[in-house]
C-alpha cells in the first residue's frame, strides 16, 4: 500500500507538469496580406486606398501568450506630391512596435507599452483586432483633430 501512495503522488506530478500551456485563439504570428486605408475631412473621404503589395516577412503581427504583440513593418507611408496619393516604399531596417492587448468583448483593445508623445495638433489613435478563424483583422483609427481622421483595416493570416 505504501508504494501504491508514492506511485500515485509521482504520477500526479508528471500529469501537473506535463499540462501543455493554454494559447489564446490569437497567440502565433500572423503575416499581413492587405491594407486599406481611408482619409476623412469632415467626415467626407478625401482619400482612400488598397496595398496588396508588397508585404514581405517583415509585415506582421506577433501575439505572446503574456498579453504582449509586436507588429512589424518594413514599409512607411509617404505623400505624393500634391497630397492625392501615397507610395509604400521599403524602409531599411524594418520596424517594430510593441503593444499590450487585453479582450474587450468580441474584439481585442491594444495600447502601447510606452507612453506616446505629447501631440499638439491633437492626434490619438484606437486600435482593435478581431479574428475569425484563420484571419485576422487590425483596424486603426486615427484622429488629427476635430474633422480629420482616418482608418486602416489590416488584414493578416496565421503563419
Not at 3 to 32: D, H, M, N, R
Not at 66 to 80: K, M, Q, V
Not at 131 to 149: A, C, D, E, K, T
Amino acid at each position: 500500500m505504501k508504494y501504491l501512495s508514492i506511485l500515485f503522488i509521482v504520477l500526479a506530478a508528471t500529469f501537473v507538469s506535463c499540462k501543455k500551456e493554454q494559447s489564446g485563439p490569437l497567440s502565433g504570428k500572423w503575416q499581413e496580406t492587405k491594407l486599406v486605408i481611408n482619409v476623412y475631412n469632415a467626415n467626407v473621404v478625401s482619400w482612400d486606398t488598397t496595398y496588396l503589395s508588397p508585404f514581405t516577412r517583415f509585415d506582421y503581427i506577433q501575439f505572446n501568450n503574456n498579453s504582449n504583440c509586436i507588429i512589424g513593418s518594413d514599409f512607411y507611408l509617404s505623400a505624393e506630391s500634391g497630397g492625392s496619393s501615397y507610395s509604400k516604399p521599403i524602409q531599411a531596417p524594418a520596424g517594430t512596435s510593441d503593444f499590450n492587448y487585453s479582450a474587450s468583448g468580441s474584439v481585442y483593445v491594444l495600447t502601447p507599452t510606452i507612453s506616446q508623445p505629447i501631440n499638439f495638433a491633437g492626434a490619438y489613435t484606437t486600435d482593435t483586432v478581431s479574428i475569425h478563424g484563420n484571419s485576422l483583422l487590425l483596424h486603426v483609427v486615427n484622429y488629427f483633430g476635430p474633422w480629420v481622421h482616418s482608418t486602416s483595416y489590416l488584414y493578416f493570416t496565421r503563419q
